[in-house]
C-alpha cells in the first residue's frame, strides 16, 4: 500500500504522503543526516545505510537471558572464526531462534553496511552460542557486533 500510494503522488504530493504514513506507524525515516531514507516497518536496520532508526551505527543487542561474559565470549569466537576463515567480518551477525528457544548458528544475517548476507557458522561459534543457554522469551534477539 505504502509504495502504490508513492507511487501515484506527484512530486509535489510525495512529501506530504511521506509525512502521512511516517505519522501512521506505516515507515520509519533513518535519523541518520546523510541519508534520511524511508524504511518499511519490517526492516530492523536502515535498508540503505544499515544504521539504526536512531542513525547510530549497529550496535550489540543483548538477549535479557544473556550472561555478558557469555557473550564476550561468543564475541571472541566470532572474531577467530572470521580471522581463520579469511571471510571479511561483517559488521555484526544477527542470531535466530529455532522453535525450542535456542540460539541457532546456522541461518545467521551477516551486516556488511546495509547488504545483509545469510551464513552457517562452525562447531565453535555453535560451542559458544550453547553456552548462553536458550532465550526466555520467543522474539528475543541476539546482535554481535564485530570490531573493525
Ligand atoms: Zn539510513
Not at 503522488?9 to 515507515?27: I, N, P, T, Y
Not at 550496535?59 to 569466537?77: G, K, N, Q
Not at 522453535?99 to 548476507?117: C, D, I, K, M, P
Amino acid at each position: 500500500m505504502v509504495d502504490k500510494a508513492l507511487r501515484a503522488a506527484s512530486a509535489q504530493q510525495e512529501d506530504v504522503v511521506r509525512e502521512v504514513f511516517r505519522a501512521a506507524g506505516l515507515m520509519w525515516q533513518c535519523a541518520r543526516h546523510r541519508c534520511r531514507f524511508d524504511n518499511p516497518m519490517s526492516a530492523q536496520l536502515c535498508v540503505r545505510c544499515g544504521r539504526q532508526r536512531d542513525g547510530r551505527r549497529v550496535d550489540d543487542v543483548l538477549p535479557a537471558s544473556a550472561d555478558p561474559e557469555d557473550f564476550e565470549a561468543l564475541r571472541e569466537a566470532l572474531i577467530e572464526y572470521f580471522e581463520n576463515s579469511g571471510k571479511q567480518a561483517p559488521d555484526a551477525v544477527t542470531f535466530h531462534l529455532n522453535f525450542e528457544n535456542e540460539w541457532t548458528s546456522y541461518a545467521t544475517t551477516l551486516q556488511y553496511g546495509a547488504r545483509q548476507e545469510a551464513h552457517s557458522f562452525d562447531a565453535e561459534v555453535a560451542m559458544a552460542l550453547d553456552d548462553l543457554g536458550p532465550a526466555e522469551e520467543p522474539g528475543e534477539e541476539l546482535r554481535v557486533t564485530l570490531p573493525r
